[in-house]
């Protein structure tokens, strides 16, 4: 039989020895044709040596993929072509768990590989292999790239040229995901606030170039919101710390649900949120939305079985139309912020170049109130607060007033307001108060009067200073404790519920007792009224304007009842004629504070009202109009 193949006449046998042992033999045969006749050569080889050889490679073959498969790095070769396509030669099995490849893909197909990168890095990896072909210095590729499945690798390609030309590749692929989520979770931390999840500082700062480039690209506007939830103070104040911040957690989840992925939501200081939004083309863009995120705040928030009702003001500015400044634009919406109206209501406002001419304004004001504190130009004004039934005065109300050397008189509503954002309510009420004591000391001691002054505290006034301050007038100016009270008005009383309750607490301790004032303005429940040690309160002068409407009559009637049950004096403000008077009266209130009686008074005429006062007469008088 004439063979083609000689390896198919190559058979191994086992050999026996005389001695019985065995060894490996090699039979070869091989024909040869001479002259006609057809010889066969039958050659046979002790191949013990060979088959020991072999299995040393063997093993250390097997030894040696173990370790690589071990490793959590694929290599693999694969010989590649001019157009970038490749004959993939080798993958190690460690590749299996780098790239997540199950079983069945684990077949050394073409490109397998490469399928596994993102676009762009895969796009890079075959023009890096095409040129290799151009130019003959052979470089290295080397670079962390991030797969399709997540995971991130060290990829490192060596090219071989081989003598024939041809080129081969030979990849070495670390797992190095563990490190870059470790660098990730670090940069989460320095870029975000961990209580809300929200982005911080750092990151709105670094978010605002690429809204802005973007916006500039696309032609589009993006606006910077401010969001501030308004009753958090209080509910952390009430419930505690825990409740407080699962609260501001639930509010940056209800606006990441209202907002898209490339909108920046960030954590400021002060509980408010900074969200940037872009792709906004018209201004009505802007209040859709904000009305929606005033929408998604009407549902109560449950959190331990306890529900809590938060509201949020929200400002805005936009880019480029307000400025292309990221900080002024910052400034902005918190001006927008701060000119919404409503504490506990929701309500947004845009920034408007009418806000900025009154920033300005502000702060004129400002310097000029300033210097009218230190110069004692703002003065104590009293206004008398009359016994329902006796007609006599049985307190006054201090009230601030200026007269500006530029403009004249400035409501105290505007300059107080402008006292508390500028950092000076502090000082103005102890100049006021301080002179306010002085005056009334002195009508006690030269026997004209000794009737209670009830001073403003605004709620943007330190607890610990108040206390420090109400000290001072007792123990300097000798003031009796009687003799001085306090009015809080019931939003600032709510807005610190805890503190409010100490200060008041240890005033009391004192003897200086406390009104609400603005009662029915704010946002204070019975239950939360009773654990207030008060001693009146203050029906708001808008109820009072309102008398003559049903619902008017309703509040004032229900306020009254609720006043009696607690045990709390009842006086109304703003009275300025003798149908309210009548009516008040009928329906139980104490103290009537009014026009009708009289308006607030400087120094000397409320001395000369002091001593010319005649109860019988004046109480005579509005009971006959
Ligand atoms: P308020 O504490 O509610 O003071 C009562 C306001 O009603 C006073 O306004 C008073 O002049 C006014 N009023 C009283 N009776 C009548 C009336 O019959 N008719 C009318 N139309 N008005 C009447 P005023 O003095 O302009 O003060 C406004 C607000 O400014 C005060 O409201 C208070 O919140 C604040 N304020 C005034 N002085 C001080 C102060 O020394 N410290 C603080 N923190 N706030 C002050
Ligand atoms: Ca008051
Ligand atoms: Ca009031």
Redesign the pocket.
């Known amino acids: 039989v004439r063979m083609d193949n000689p390896r198919q006449n190559v058979r191994e046998y086992e050999g026996v020895r005389k001695d019985g042992s065995t060894f490996p033999v090699e039979f070869s045969l091989n024909d040869i044709k001479k002259e006609g006749v057809l010889l066969f050569i039958l050659i046979i080889r002790d191949i013990t040596q060979r088959k020991k050889t072999e299995t040393a490679l063997r093993e250390s073959e097997i030894r040696l993929g173990n370790i690589v498969s071990a490793m959590p790095c694929a290599f693999f070769t694969s010989s590649i072509r001019d157009d970038g396509g490749q004959e993939s030669l080798y993958i190690s099995e460690g590749s299996k768990s780098v790239f997540r490849l199950d079983n069945s893909m684990f077949v050394p197909k073409n490109n397998l590989l490469l399928e596994q990168f993102e676009d762009e890095d895969a796009n890079d990896i075959v023009e890096f292999r095409k040129s290799l072909f151009r130019n003959n210095k052979i470089d290295m590729f080397e670079r962390e790239v991030k797969l399709k499945n997540g995971n991130w690798v060290h990829l490192r390609i060596r090219p071989e040229r081989l003598k024939n030309g041809s080129i081969l590749n030979h990849g070495l692929a670390i797992d190095i995901t563990e490190r870059k989520k470790a660098e990730e979770q670090i940069r989460y931390l320095a870029y975000h606030d961990l209580m809300t999840g929200a982005g911080n500082r750092a990151y709105l700062m670094k978010a605002f170039p690429k809204f802005i480039s973007s916006a500039n690209r696309h032609n589009k506007k993006f606006a910077v919101i401010s969001i501030i939830p308004t009753n958090m103070s209080y509910f952390y104040a009430n419930s505690g710390y825990d409740i407080g911040d699962m609260l501001m957690e639930e509010v940056a989840n209800r606006i990441t649900k209202v907002i898209s992925d490339r909108d920046c939501l960030t954590y400021a200081s002060g509980s408010r949120f900074i969200l940037l939004k872009g792709g906004i083309s018209h201004g009505s863009e802007i209040d859709d939305f904000c009305k929606n995120l005033e929408d998604i705040f009407i549902d109560s928030m449950k959190i331990e079985g306890q529900e809590f009702d938060v509201n949020v003001k929200i400002g805005v500015s936009i880019y480029p139309t307000h400025s292309s400044d990221s900080k002024a634009l910052l400034k902005y919406s918190e001006v927008a912020l701060s000119s919404t109206k409503y504490d506990f209501q929701s309500e947004y406002q845009i920034f408007s170049e009418h806000m900025k001419s009154k920033i300005a304004r502000n702060l004129s004001l400002r310097t000029r109130l300033k210097h009218a504190i230190l110069n004692k130009q703002i003065l104590?004004?009293f206004?008398a607060q009359v016994d329902v039934l006796t007609g006599e005065i049985i307190g006054m109300?201090?009230?601030?007033?200026w007269n500006d050397e530029e403009e004249g008189f400035i409501?105290?509503?505007v300059f107080?307001k402008i006292?508390?954002e500028y950092g000076l309510?502090e000082s103005?009420?102890e100049a006021?108060?301080e002179e306010a004591c002085k005056i009334n000391k002195r009508w006690i001691d030269q026997g004209i009067a000794r009737v209670p002054i009830a001073?403003?505290?605004?709620g943007k006034?330190d607890p610990k200073s108040v206390l420090r301050l109400i000290d001072k007038m007792l123990n300097d100016i000798g003031l009796p404790p009687e003799c001085l009270e306090v009015?809080l008005?019931e939003s600032a009383m709510m807005e610190d519920a805890l503190a409010s309750r100490r200060t008041i607490e240890k005033l009391r301790k004192r003897g200086v007792l406390c009104s609400v004032?603005?009662f029915g303005t704010g946002y204070s429940s019975l239950s939360m009224l009773k654990r207030f040690p008060l001693k009146k309160l203050?029906i708001?002068?808008t109820f009072?304007l309102d008398i003559n409407s049903a619902n008017g009559k309703a509040i004032i009637n229900a306020t009254i009842a609720m006043a009696k049950a607690l045990n709390l004096v009842v006086l109304a403000?703003?009275?300025?004629n003798t149908l309210h008077f009548k009516y008040l009266k009928e329906q139980g209130c104490d103290i009537i504070?009014?026009?009708?009686f009289s308006?607030?008074l400087c120094e000397k005429d409320m001395e000369e009202k002091l001593k010319n006062w005649d109860s019988c007469h004046e109480i005579s008088l509005v009971n006959m109009n």
């Open positions: 104590p004004y206004q109300e201090v009230l601030a007033r409501p105290p509503d107080i006292a508390e309510i103005l009420s006021i108060i001073v403003n505290i605004s006034h009015e008005t004032d603005d203050k708001d002068r009072v403000e703003g009275v300025d504070q009014g026009y009708l308006k607030p």
